[in-house]
């Protein structure tokens, strides 16, 4: 492997003419620049060719421009761009409605309401499960993310995310995310999961007045948390608990949905439904679009004019996540998420036997990631280093991303589509970046 570092003084220029014009609170996650994009792979103002593992923090699993998609945005942006769908119904709406119904089932009778963003997504299926229940109380858990608007921060847990941005939203109570790595303590993860169920049982009895509680707001695999996984036994707890107590179950699939797990959203490798879900990101290739999918009695427990706004369904996304959709279709998104989840999974394997640095490799799918400590010690958290080897990494033309209340976590979310040999040529530079620094 070369370990020349690429040319960055036009990269610089726009960076000094970002930091004059742009607020310095809208994050600088990596210092790449970006002019063009195709597949897994971003020319950046200096010429250099970038591989792609952040994928626009897990927007483009169907990688940067697929010609489809492209055509279908054009065709449809010469049609109509607007109306407002609270205005005038029109087809791209239902069609990618009646498409998220059937391959994301909520029950016998699914209904559909599309956003603009994961936040918008989450922010509305609260609204929609406090008016279905008539409750107030939201559950959540350590080291979510659920985004930056108001209630959805509230629901965050990293503190950096919320500075200066109180008051926040009341009725929210945090419970800890059953965390195996953490408090596993050499039990099995079937037995850890139990432990953690009761662990909730108790919460809900003793911490909070279950009789008022709306819904608990789950990610199956945490994102910015750092890619931790709920266990099995846990999660059909879980849903047998919220079922027995009419407490409605959201799933948070905004960063784990549409391939990136290997299934079209996290749940459906539990075999467990929940009430409402959420989603975005990749399910419109880069276009602002989310969605709100549950069970219809559920979805229609909101009032006429409670939920909605000027540009949801726009018929442009619209058109961008149901050419999407078939693209995965077309292309076994799915498997392509096995396969490079096989891939990450075993190239980080292999970097945790030779650097005790990595304290855990964990995910699901291709929704992979690498936890760095000090001393091999689990409670030691290496944020340092895990900031020198993203800096070390993107001098070398890798792009990727950390996570983590800590920002020790290393993630991959490159899209699904990479070329086996650009994902491994990504891997390489991960390792030999670790192996100087560690």
Known sequence: MENNTISTSKGASLMDRRKAVVPNGIGIFNTATAV???????????????????????????????????????????????TCFNVATYEPYLNLAEKLASILPHGDHTK????????????????????ATGREGIICFSEAFHGRSMMAMSLTFKEAYKTGCGPFAPGI????????????????VAEFGV??????????????DKNNIAAVILELVQGEGGF?????????????????????????????????????????????????STYAKSM????????????????DGAKPGTIGGTYLGNPVCCA??????????????????????NIVKASFDAMKAKYSVIGDVR???????????????????????????????????????????FGNIVRVLSPLTIETALLEKGLNIIDEELAKLA
Not at 195 to 208: C, G, I, N, P, Q
Not at 244 to 251: D, K, Q, S, T
Not at 369 to 380: P, S
């Open 36 to 82: 063009t994009a195709k597949n897994a792979t971003i020319i950046d103002a200096d010429g250099n060719e970038l591989i792609d593992f952040a994928g626009g923090i897990g927007v483009v699993n169907s990688g940067h421009c697929p010609d489809s998609i492209v055509a279908a945005i054009s065709e449809q942006a010469s049609k109509m761009i607007h």
């Open 112 to 131: 559909v309401m599309i956003t603009n963003t994961g936040a918008e997504s989450v922010e509305n299926a609260i609204k929609i499960a406090r008016q």
């Open 173 to 188: 109570h945090r419970f800890p995310f059953p965390n195996y790595y953490k408090n596993g303590n050499g039990k099995s």
């Open 195 to 208: 432990e953690a169920l009761a662990d909730f049982k108790s919460r809900l009895d003793t911490e909070v």
């Open 228 to 276: 931790t996984v709920a266990p099995q036994e846990y999660v059909e707890g879980l849903r047998e608990i919220c079922t027995e107590h009419g407490i409605m179950l959201i799933f948070d699939e905004v960063q784990a949905g549409f391939g990136r797990t290997g299934k079209w959203a996290s749940h459906h490798h539990y075999n467990v439904t929940p009430d409402l």
């Open 284 to 299: 419109g290739s880069g276009m602002p679009i989310g969605a709100v999918v549950g069970r219809a009695e559920v979805m």
């Open 320 to 341: 961008a996540s149901l050419a999407t959709i078939k693209f995965m279709e077309d292309n076994d998104i799915n498997g392509k998420g096995v396969e490079v989840g």
């Open 363 to 405: 995910g699901l799918g291709a929704m992979l990631a690498f936890e760095l400590v000090k001393d091999g010690d689990k409670n030691e958290p290496n944020g340092e280093l895990c900031g020198n080897l993203v800096r070390a990494c993107a001098a070398r033309g890798l792009i990727m991303l950390s996570a983590g209340t």
